[in-house]
């Protein structure tokens, strides 16, 4: 077995592709480019994530359902205005057989256009309020930008969640109650911290309302990443859709209903790859590590007699059991001929959460309290896990009051929070002006890698200090009023 042979330091992007193929979580699909295999690793954890967020929404009345994975020009035709912005995404069938399609059809890339026209045939009263679906499934979209496993794919996993208000407030509620569950999918299942926020216009979803969304921390590289998005729709989509209910309180008038949708991906699994991996290889929360502990029995060698090993072997199984019956995930690793030192370092590999594989302090435990001990062990690790990526992000999230720094703070693998306007020209124009292009490097001699300008992330809920009146803009080119503390990064 050989490890990981660069460290997450040196070379980051090399590093991740190695932990996620030695880890046998991913295989390239090199038949067609961009598209990934997830192996039972992977699935192991999404279906970790799946089970929790099902019972989650299906407490709060959101039925499953399954629609078409193709969608007609037709409907796509409906929602033309925003969808001209992806449309380069969108991935054509033309063909059956030998014979060309009459109409074309698209792969879904989201299931907005196939779902709505049947939202407007079943929704018809107000007592069919609150109307609530989701899908598991995969969307395809043909990424033009280079791809990455889990985190950039052009095709992934996903649930998308619609469903249908009587009023802004009722639908406005359901949107905060979503974007919670996805930040405790984050906190709690995979020890990732989340800034929660609303987009700004420039990065909210197009044909929405407005978006709020848990955004992610990458520390090898200090930038900010989008981990899932809650949006709500307004009534943009009812109207183009036409999805309406008699008004209760008016007869004969009719109301748009107002809509949410709602996305978390397999993307999640790239975040918490990133964020823990370290340079023996991945590193997982014990609540998504399908095995936790791992029993390798040492000092077997040949002079052991065999009274010794048989007792040797009974205590390993009773150990097992009392670890089994105290709900932890527990193997045995007895395979012959290797030494435990490899299996060590095998399993390290491929991670099991086996005496600190997060921290690497080895201890020991009475074995009369393994039944007690281990999980609680077990929990310390995936708060500590937590804890530390929580204080990396807190550390890294920086208050900047003068433009002058920006630059010097994106460059120390910081997300800046900067007092901003929110005008969506302006934001291109942040943007523009802290993409350094090669040749503007202060000192020519040294020639400076360009490196990508900043990115909105989101307006934090939760703001950092209040904005003292009359605050400006932090782009020098602005000077407009600046009410929020708006958090910016570079960004996936
Ligand atoms: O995020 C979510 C959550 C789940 C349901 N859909 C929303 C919004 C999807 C936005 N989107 C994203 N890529 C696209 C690509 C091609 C065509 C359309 C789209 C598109 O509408």
């Known amino acids: 077995i050989i490890g990981i042979t660069v460290s997450k330091a040196d070379n980051f992007s090399q590093w991740y592709q190695e932990v996620v193929l030695k880890a046998e979580m991913i295989e390239y699909y090199t038949e067609i480019s ?13 279906n970790v994530i799946r089970k929790w967020f099902t019972a989650e929404i299906e407490a709060m009345g959101v039925d499953e359902t399954n629609f078409p994975m193709f969608l007609s020009a037709k409907s796509l035709e409906k929602e033309k205005d925003h969808v001209e912005g992806f449309a380069p995404e969108l991935a054509w069938v033309t063909k059956a057989g030998d014979k060309n399609l009459e109409v074309p059809v698209a792969v879904r890339p989201t299931s907005e256009a196939v779902m709505y026209p049947y939202y407007a045939k079943w929704i018809r009263s107000h007592r069919d309020l609150p109307f609530r679906l989701n899908q598991w499934n995969s969307v395809v979209r043909w990424e033009a930008k280079q791809t990455t496993p889990f985190l950039r794919a052009r095709e992934f996993l996903w649930q998308e969640g619609h469903t249908a208000h009587l009023t802004e407030k009722l639908a406005g509620e359901e949107v905060l109650q979503i974007l919670e569950l996805y930040a405790r999918i984050y906190e709690e299942i995979l020890a990732v911290p989340v800034v929660r926020g609303k987009k700004t216009e420039n990065e909210k979803f197009a044909g929405g309302y407005y978006t709020t969304t848990v955004e992610g921390y990458i520390p090898s590289n200090g930038r900010g990443i989008q981990g899932a998005t809650s949006h709500c729709l307004g009534q943009n989509f009812s109207k183009m859709f036409d999805i309406t209910v008699e008004d209760p309180a008016e007869k004969g008038k009719h109301i748009n209903v107002w809509q949410n949708s709602w996305g978390l991906s397999t993307r999640v699994i790239g975040v918490m790859v990133m964020i823990h991996g370290d340079d023996k290889g991945l590193v997982l929360p014990p609540r998504i590590a399908k095995i936790q502990v791992i029993i390798v029995p040492v000092g077997i060698t040949k002079s052991v007699t065999e009274e010794v090993k048989a007792a040797h072997g009974a205590q390993l199984q009773d150990i097992k059991k009392t670890l089994l019956s105290a709900g932890v995930r527990t193997e045995e690793d007895q395979r012959e001929g290797y030494t435990p030192a490899w299996k060590f370092n095998d399993w390290e590999l491929k991670v099991v959460s086996y005496a600190r594989r997060d921290t690497g302090e080895k201890g020991t435990i009475p074995i009369a309290e393994v039944g007690t001990k281990v999980p609680e062990l077990l929990e310390t690790i995936q708060k500590d896990l937590y804890t530390k990526a929580k204080a990396s992000f807190d550390e890294h999230r920086v208050v900047v009051k003068e433009w002058e720094k920006v630059i010097t703070a994106l460059d120390a693998k910081n997300v800046v929070l900067i007092p901003f306007c929110q005008e969506p020209k302006c934001e291109d124009k942040i943007k523009d002006l802290t993409t350094t292009k090669h040749d503007e490097s202060p000192d020519a001699s040294v020639p400076q890698a360009p490196s990508m300008g900043m990115k909105s992330l ?27 503390y708006v958090m910016f990064g570079r960004s996936y």
Do not use: D, V
């Open 34 to 46: 961009g598209f990934f295999i997830m192996r039972p690793a992977t699935m192991y954890i999404w």
């Open 458 to 484: 989101c307006i934090p809920f939760e703001q950092p200090e209040p904005m003292a009146e009359g605050t400006k803009c932090l782009n020098p080119e602005c000077q407009a009023t600046a009410h929020s």
